[in-house]
């Protein structure tokens, strides 16, 4: 079963910067991408970044320029480089990967998976 634990969370004050990390645990074969979204109170949650294995990135326009995602390849570690922060960024942020398990002798069929989300506040 694969997992994903997020951290970095946090009470910042706006223009202030914060780091998500996401580390995922398990039995994995592969992970194609990674990302992370976000969910507002009383909104639909929404994709802030998104990265691919093999590095293509893509943003919501809502943080293109103030965000950056990132990876560890060797880790299998997700980022989200968030600066410049705004009250609106206030959020539970998701990290999520489109995953390939391992069952000790052969790929399971990909799995979507998310983390439990760690809460960012952004005061005005």
């Known amino acids: 079963q694969v997992q994903l634990v997020e951290s970095g969370g946090g009470l910042v004050q706006a223009g202030g910067s914060l780091r998500l990390s996401c580390v995922p645990s398990g039995s994995i074969f592969s992970i194609n991408a990674m990302g992370w979204y976000r969910q507002a109170p009383g909104k639909q949650r929404e994709l802030v970044a998104r990265i691919t294995g093999s590095g293509s990135t893509n943003y919501a326009d809502s943080v293109k320029g103030r965000f950056t995602i990132s990876t560890d390849n060797a880790k299998n570690t997700v980022y989200l480089q968030m600066n410049s922060l705004k009250p609106e960024d206030t959020a539970v942020y998701y990290c999520?990967?489109?995953?390939?398990?391992?069952?000790?002798?052969?790929?399971?069929?990909?799995?979507?998976?998310w983390g439990q989300g760690t809460l960012v506040t952004v005061s005005s």
């Open positions: 999520n990967a489109d995953a390939v398990p391992w069952d000790g002798s052969r790929r399971l069929p990909n799995v979507e998976v």
